[in-house]
């Protein structure tokens, strides 16, 4: 079993930055992709970015890319999502997700089995 905690959420102004982090416990998620999902009240989760095991692959969802960073750092156990040039659609609920180690980072929700309880990231504009 894993467990995600996601932390650094919070409120910020329009065109500020936010750092998220995801600390995984239970068993090493050395092997496995990484991905953020977001979900805004009444929408649907969408994929913000993905990192394969290894870290030397990223994706990321079309709204987020040239703003958002995923990166992750296998001795801490943790991975990380820096969100600059925020506006008020980045407003949702961010979840980390653990995955498969997989040579395709999955942007599906079914492409992760284990969730964190998600992080409030608010933007006021």
């Known amino acids: 079993q894993v467990q995600l905690v996601e932390s650094g959420g919070g409120l910020v102004q329009a065109g500020g930055s936010l750092r998220l982090s995801c600390a995984a416990s239970?068993?090493?998620?050395?092997?496995?992709?990484m991905g953020w999902f977001r979900q805004a009240p009444g929408k649907e989760r969408e994929f913000v970015a993905g990192?394969?095991?290894?870290?030397?692959?990223?994706n990321y969802g079309s709204s987020v890319k040239g703003r958002f960073t995923i990166s992750r750092d296998n001795t801490k156990n943790t991975v990380y999502l820096q969100m600059n040039s925020l506006n008020a659609e980045d407003t949702a609920v961010y979840y980390c997700?653990?995955?498969?180690?997989?040579?395709?980072?999955?942007?599906?929700?079914?492409?992760?089995?284990?969730w964190g309880q998600g992080t409030q990231v608010t933007v006021s504009s």
């Open positions: 990192i394969s095991w290894s870290g030397g692959a990223t």
């Open positions: 997700g653990a995955g498969r180690s997989s040579s395709t980072i999955a942007t599906r929700q079914s492409g992760y089995d284990y």
């Open positions: 239970g068993r090493t998620v050395g092997s496995s992709n």
